[in-house]
């Protein structure tokens, strides 16, 4: 008998026939002789209902608030796939995260976890209920309500996972597993069997949403057998571990893709030492997050450099880069939306020379042109243009020999975005 906890995801639990059939899968686990702590998304497109709703009242609102109200999507879910359970003959209790014992930074909207005291869900596993355990929440030490950050639900199983000792962690999602690519955006994205533990961090970091990236790191520094599988199939999905096999003759594991970029520039900046340490020591101090820098020669005693942000974070970076004028000498700092960040990632790449060559000729027959570049042991950024994202995957996807011949399953709604 093994302790399995198995994670569903929003789009798994969206209507009442996709709660009964995840409520069925739970019970055939258990009736396999398992004891199960599931861990449960909000349902549907819950979260962002709730942001939009929030945003009438206040488009500002106190983060502590947006957290009471976010984790109430999540409390909806574990209760109805208790009373489900119940109302299909089993046994089920539902736990909310500080109930499950999820302690977790006083931060909000984006907590890491530091704890879990996990002396309940073992009772109630002893009392033969399936555990049904709030995704995406905790508390903090001082009693404040938290979340993990969007997609958390995925760490939530995970920490869950290793902080009992399970035997597996089971994330069922709307796709069969993990892709070479996102499987909505190219039809012949093949579904891997197995990808190890640093090539996953990288794509999930890099806009695999498939995986929240924390889940990742817990399962690496704790060994959790991650397996991710379809919630609409019964197909065998991708294993997450420590090392995977590689095809012969294939380097990249996987493409990933994310919009959530902006390239912030600052030109005529006055060359002296320190210039970069004021920059971005105030960009940290303001807790933004600065991913590709990118400084260009230095003419007439000036330099011009770039670097990339989240979206988000675009109009604050301005302002803290306005604010430090005092301190830095700078013609002008612009900004620029509507870009994309493309990614290959495969832990084979550091001993193959050529890979990023293949990336660059194949993005740039497509007549885009790349703005910036970033390399590390196993992965190759380039920031584009936005468009034609699509069109740039399907080509980086063939030039490294990633298409499959069989139509790629894809287990859930087709519907979602
Ligand atoms: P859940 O609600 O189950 O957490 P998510 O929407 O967070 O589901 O993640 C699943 C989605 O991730 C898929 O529907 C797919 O579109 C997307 N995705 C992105 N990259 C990949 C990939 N490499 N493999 C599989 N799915 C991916
Ligand atoms: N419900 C949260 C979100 O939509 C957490 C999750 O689904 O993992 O981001
Ligand atoms: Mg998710």
Redesign the pocket.
């Known amino acids: 008998m093994s302790l399995i906890v198995m994670k569903?995801?929003?789009?798994?639990v969206g209507t009442p026939e996709r709660m009964q059939r995840v409520a069925g899968r739970i019970i055939e686990r258990k009736q396999q002789g398992h004891s199960i702590v599931v861990v449960v998304?909000a349902m549907g497109d819950t979260t962002d209902e709730l942001i939009d709703q929030s945003k009438l009242l206040n488009p500002n609102p106190p983060a502590r608030e947006m957290d009471m109200l976010l984790t109430t999507g999540e409390q909806i879910s574990v209760a109805l796939l208790s009373m489900t359970i119940h109302q299909l003959g089993d046994r089920a209790v539902s736990l909310t995260g500080w109930q499950a014992g999820i302690r977790t930074e006083a931060v909000h909207s984006k907590a890491r976890i530091t704890d879990i005291r996990p002396e309940r869900i073992f009772e109630a596993l002893e009392g033969g209920n399936a555990v049904i355990v709030a995704g995406f929440q905790g508390m903090s030490e001082d009693g404040e309500i938290t979340t993990l950050g969007r997609?958390g639900?995925?760490t939530t199983a995970v920490a869950l996972a290793a902080a009992i000792n399970a035997d597996m962690c089971e994330i069922?999602?709307?796709?069969d597993?993990?892709?070479?690519?996102?499987?909505?955006v190219v039809k012949v994205?093949r579904k891997l069997d197995e990808i190890s533990y640093d090539e996953m961090l990288e794509?999930a970091h890099l806009g695999?949403?498939?995986l929240h990236p924390r889940a990742v790191e817990y399962a690496k520094h704790n060994n959790v057998k991650l397996v991710v599988r379809s919630s609409f199939t019964h197909n065998e999905g991708t294993s997450v571990k420590e090392e995977a096999v590689m095809e012969q003759g294939i380097v990249v594991r996987?493409i990933?893709f994310d919009k959530n970029v902006a390239r912030i520039s600052i030109l005529g900046v006055e060359d002296v030492p320190g210039v970069l340490a004021h920059v971005f020591g105030a960009l940290a101090e303001n807790g933004i997050d600065v991913d590709i820098i990118v400084q260009s020669g230095v003419q007439n005693g000036k330099a011009d450099f770039s670097f990339t942000v989240s979206l988000d974070d675009r109009e604050r970076a301005l302002a803290v880069i306005e604010g430090i004028r005092s301190k830095v000498s700078y013609l002008e700092a612009t900004s620029e939306a509507d870009l994309v960040k493309v990614s290959i990632v495969g832990a084979g790449m550091v001993s193959n020379p050529g890979v990023a060559a293949t990336m660059f000729e194949a993005i740039s027959k497509i007549g885009v042109s790349i703005k910036m570049v970033s390399t590390s042991e196993i992965k190759v950024s380039c920031v584009i243009a936005a468009e034609p994202l699509h069109e740039v995957v399907r080509a980086l996807h063939t030039a490294y020999g990633l298409d499959t011949t069989e139509q790629a399953f894809v287990g859930?709604p087709q519907d979602?975005r």
């Open positions: 569903f995801g929003g789009s798994s998304s997609g639900s995925d069922y999602t709307d796709v597993g993990i892709y070479s690519t996102d499987p909505r994205a794509l695999a949403a498939v996987g990933a859930g979602r």
